[in-house]
């Protein structure tokens, strides 16, 4: 299994300011990915932050609006620019190990961050 | 795309009762497939898993079946308690993809 950490674990933000949220892994892997989940909604996924590259993002997300940083296979950081209270959300970082001698994949989720946009 | 279909909430059953929670998906190839629970409060958890067709994960007298012919993977308890009173994720993974999550639902039982 992989053990995920985030940090901040919560904030409450300006509107206007950015947050950047950092992730850190307990192993190297290769696929890493953030999404966010509003106030009583599903997970949606932001972007895979690719080692080394630029980030992949999903239809509705831009760059300018959540830059990611992947400086190595242990660490990631989102940041959450220009806010207004619709980006209040729960930010989760996610990993996938593979399993290869056993033909698994699994996916696991850091504790995530709660942000609140006043 | 991929996609997965859960059936609307909330589900509102009293304890003892019969769950089930509906959930099919639209893929290509053969994901794998999951469901999550959170519960109020906390993050998200792996409840279940099936990685092929006709295998059935389980867990705490959850179970769901991945039904290949009808792509379904259904959610059922015998006998649910006040402490299943959650939010219900369907997801499924695909090789070089990330977890693609249903709406979710949520169950409410009550004593």
């Known amino acids: 299994s992989a053990v995920i950490s985030q940090k901040p674990s919560r904030d409450i933000c300006q509107r206007g300011t950015s947050l950047t949220i950092q992730c850190q892994v307990d192993s190297q892997v290769t696929m890493m990915f953030w999404y966010r989940q509003q106030p009583g909604q599903s997970l949606t996924l932001i972007a895979t932050?690719?080692?080394?590259?630029?980030?992949?993002?999903e239809s509705g997300f831009v760059i300018d609006k959540f830059p990611i940083s992947r400086p190595n296979l242990t660490f990631s950081t989102l940041t959450v620019s220009n806010m207004s209270p619709e980006d209040s959300s729960i930010y989760l970082c996610?990993?996938?190990?593979?399993?290869?001698?056993?033909?698994?994949?699994?996916?696991?989720f850091g504790p995530g961050t709660r942000l609140t946009v006043t | 795309g991929d996609s997965v279909t859960q059936m609307e909430g909330p589900v509102t059953l009293s304890e003892e009762a019969f769950l089930t929670i509906n959930c099919t998906y639209t893929a290509t190839g053969y994901p794998s497939l999951f469901w999550y629970v959170q519960y109020p409060g906390e993050g998200l958890q792996l409840l279940l898993k099936a990685t092929k067709a006709d295998d059935k994960g389980s867990n705490k007298g959850f179970e769901a079946t991945y039904r290949k012919e009808t792509t379904s993977f259904h959610l059922e308890k015998g006998s649910v308690q006040v402490s299943d009173s959650a939010v219900y994720f369907c997801?499924?993974?695909?090789?070089?993809?990330?977890?693609?999550f249903g709406k979710g639902t949520t169950l409410s039982v009550s004593s």
């Open positions: 997801a499924l993974l695909q090789a070089g993809t990330a977890l693609i």
């Open positions: 932050a690719n080692q080394g590259s630029e980030a992949t993002y």
């Open positions: 996610s990993v996938i190990l593979v399993f290869a001698d056993r033909g698994l994949r699994e996916q696991y």
